[in-house]
T-cell receptor
Framework: AQTVTQSQPEMSVQEAETVTLSCTYD???????LFWYKQPPSRQMILVIRQEAYKQQNATENRFSVNFQKAAKSFSLKISDSQLGDTAMYFC??????????????FGQGTILTVHP | DAMVIQNPRYQVTQFGKPVTLSCSQTLNHNVMYWYQQKSSQAPKLLFH???????NEADTPDNFQSRRPNTSFCFLDIRSPGLGDAAMYLCATSRGRGLSYEQYFGPGTRLTVT
C-alpha cells in the first residue's frame, strides 16, 4: 500500500517570503502522479500543482513549484512571494496507476501554512 | 460556474439517527467520490461511483452507504451514526478515473453527532 508522509504539521512564513513544504511517499509502482492540494479555511480543496513520475522536469505553476526527487521519494512544494491568501492546509497526495491505487488519491496528514503580514 | 455543491454545509444528528449528506455537480463528470476527513487527519476515501458502478473501499464500515440516482447527484447515507463518525465529509468529482484526471472537491459537510 502507498503511504504519504508530511512531517511538518504547521509552518509559518512572512508575506513575500519563500516557504517549502515537505512530503515523502512510499510506493513500489513505477508510474504515478503526485499532487499538492490547498484547503483554505472553510473552503473547498483545490489542486495547486501536479507532477507525473515519468517527467524529470519539476512542475511549476506561477509562484508554486515542486522539487521532485524520485529516487528519494520526495516531493516538496515551494511557494515563492507568499501571499496572505496562501494561508491554508496543504495536502500532498499520491495516485497510482495500478492495482488498488488506480485512480485513487492517498493523502498525507497535511501541513497548516500561515502567512503573516 | 461549474462546480461541486454539498448540502448542508453543517449537519447535526443524534447518535444512532440515520443521516443523509448530499452532493451535486454541474461538471457532468463520470466519477463521484466520498471522502471522510476527521479533525487534523488526511481525507480518507470511503467509496466512489464510476457512472453507475459502485466501488467500495475495503475498510469502509457497512454503516456507510451511497446512492447515485443520476449523473449529477450522489448521496452519502450513514445508517446509525456513532460519535466516531463525526467528521468533515468531502465529495469530489472527476471526468474519468485515472492518472490524468483531476479531482474537483466540494466545500464539505461537517457532521456533528450528539
Amino acid at each position: 500500500a502507498q503511504t504519504v508522509t508530511q512531517s511538518q504539521p504547521e509552518m509559518s512564513v512572512q508575506e513575500a517570503e519563500t516557504v517549502t513544504l515537505s512530503c515523502t511517499y512510499d510506493t513500489s509502482e513505477s508510474n504515478y502522479y503526485l499532487f499538492w492540494y490547498k484547503q483554505p479555511p472553510s473552503r473547498q480543496m483545490i489542486l495547486v500543482i501536479r507532477q507525473e513520475a515519468y517527467k524529470q522536469q519539476n512542475a511549476t505553476e506561477n509562484r508554486f513549484s515542486v522539487n521532485f526527487q524520485k529516487a528519494a521519494k520526495s516531493f516538496s512544494l515551494k511557494i515563492s512571494d507568499s501571499q496572505l491568501g496562501d494561508t491554508a492546509m496543504y495536502f500532498c497526495a499520491f495516485m497510482g496507476s495500478g492495482g488498488t491505487s488506480y485512480g485513487k488519491l492517498t493523502f498525507g496528514q497535511g501541513t497548516i501554512l500561515t502567512v503573516h503580514p | 460556474d461549474a462546480m461541486v455543491i454539498q448540502n448542508p454545509r453543517y449537519q447535526v444528528t443524534q447518535f444512532g439517527k440515520p443521516v443523509t449528506l448530499s452532493c451535486s455537480q454541474t461538471l457532468n463528470h463520470n466519477v463521484m467520490y466520498w471522502y471522510q476527513q476527521k479533525s487534523s487527519q488526511a481525507p480518507k476515501l470511503l467509496f466512489h461511483y464510476y457512472d453507475k458502478d459502485f466501488n467500495n473501499e475495503a475498510d469502509t464500515p457497512d454503516n456507510f452507504q451511497s446512492r447515485r440516482p443520476n449523473t449529477s447527484f450522489c448521496f452519502l447515507d450513514i445508517r446509525s451514526p456513532g460519535l466516531g463518525d463525526a467528521a468533515m465529509y468531502l465529495c469530489a468529482t472527476s471526468r474519468g478515473r485515472g492518472l490524468s484526471y483531476e479531482q474537483y472537491f466540494g466545500p464539505g459537510t461537517r457532521l456533528t453527532v450528539t
